[in-house]
């Protein structure tokens, strides 16, 4: 049997992307904030005070990676939950000062990391490359209830 083109297969690809990404991320933003960490970061200094299920909804993380995403993030001192005054079950969450600090200075160097890593697109090229991979990542969340499932519209 003749091997396949590893080119055409969209999981090599995104795998190498991923690995490229995560190569630049060590060195150009942080070895001790990972990308996933950075993103609750983000969402927190856009949303104060959103509970853990929100925080992973926002940023695409499954319930038992956020939980301990946040578990490291307060381990850090980056972020402090507190009881909801409405409902004493729920805690949430928010930056500490450490974590806005961190939070900014990540940032700066994410942007300078973005710049590395697409510059081989032309801006055009940038613009239609992330029109392109949200619509499949946007389709892809559709995959992980497999009571709905996908299927190609014709």
């Known amino acids: 049997m003749a091997a396949?083109?590893?080119?055409?297969?969209?999981?090599?690809?995104?795998?190498r992307l991923q690995q490229a990404h995560y190569l630049l991320w060590n060195a150009m933003v942080s070895e001790e904030i990972t990308s996933p960490q950075f993103a609750v970061l983000n969402a927190l200094a856009d949303e104060p005070g959103l509970d853990q299920r929100t925080v992973?909804?926002?940023?695409?993380?499954?319930?038992?990676?956020?939980?301990?995403?946040?578990?490291?993030?307060?381990?850090?001192?980056?972020?402090?939950?507190?009881r909801d005054p409405r409902d004493g079950r729920r805690f949430l969450l928010r930056l500490t000062d450490d974590g806005e600090r961190t939070h900014?200075?990540?940032?700066?160097?994410?942007?300078?990391?973005n710049q590395v890593f697409l510059a081989p697109l032309s801006a055009a090229e940038q613009a239609v490359f992330f029109d392109l991979i949200q619509r499949v990542a946007d389709a892809a969340e559709g995959l992980r209830n497999p009571a709905e499932p996908v299927l190609a519209q014709g």
């Open 4 to 15: 396949v083109d590893l080119t055409t297969h969209p999981g090599h690809l995104a795998r």
């Open 56 to 82: 992973g909804e926002r940023v695409g993380l499954d319930r038992s990676t956020i939980a301990e995403v946040i578990s490291r993030l307060g381990r850090r001192g980056l972020v402090d939950k507190v």
């Open 104 to 113: 900014r200075k990540l940032t700066v160097r994410t942007a300078r990391m």
